[in-house]
C-alpha cells in the first residue's frame, strides 16, 4: 500500500521566493512525515517536494493522507506560499529491491496523485475497497468515476 505526496505549482514557489519556500518546504516535510509516522508508514523516498511512504493496511494510509491533509489545510502558510499537497494511495503488490520498490504499483501510484488537485486525496478502486473492510475508519468518500 503506497501513499504518495507532492506540492502544487512548488516550481512557481521556488523561483517567486526561495527563502520563504524553503522554510514552507522544510514544515510541509515535517508535517507529513509525522503523519506517515503516526499511522504506521515507512517513507522511503523523498522526490523532490513529495514523499512516498509504503503501508501495511490501506485504512492506515488514508488515515495518513487525512490526517496530513488537515493539519497542511490549517497551517498558517504565508499569504503568498500558501502549500497545496496533492495525494494519491494505490495498493498492490510489488518487489522490495535496494532500498526501493520497483514494479508498477509506484508508477501507478505517482500517476494517480498526478491526477489530484491541491489539498486532494485520490484513492484506487484497489485501495478503497481494502479501507472500506476497516470498520475503524471514518472517512468521507466521493467517487469521481474510473479513469485508466
Keep these: 500500500m503506497f501513499l504518495f505526496t507532492d506540492v502544487v505549482g512548488s516550481t512557481a514557489l521556488w523561483e517567486q521566493d526561495p527563502d520563504v519556500m524553503r522554510g514552507c518546504q522544510a514544515r510541509q516535510f515535517e508535517i507529513v512525515r509525522s503523519a506517515v509516522r503516526a499511522c504506521g508508514g515507512y517513507e522511503f523516498k523523498q522526490v523532490g517536494d513529495g514523499l512516498c511512504a509504503a503501508f501495511a493496511s ?22 503568498s506560499h500558501a502549500l497545496t499537497v496533492r495525494a494519491g494511495i494505490y495498493a498492490g503488490s510489488c518487489e522490495f529491491e535496494e532500498g526501493d520498490y520497483i514494479g508498477p504499483l509506484p508508477n501507478r501510484t505517482a500517476r494517480l496523485m498526478g491526477l489530484a488537485h491541491g489539498n486532494q486525496i485520490l484513492v484506487s478502486e484497489s485501495a478503497y475497497q481494502l479501507a472500506l473492510s476497516d470498520p475503524g475508519l471514518t472517512a468521507d468518500w466521493k467517487d469521481l468515476g474510473r479513469f485508466e
Design 58 to 79: 490501506a485504512s492506515k494510509a488514508v488515515q495518513a493522507a487525512t490526517e496530513l491533509q488537515r493539519q497542511l489545510c490549517s497551517e498558517p502558510w504565508p499569504e
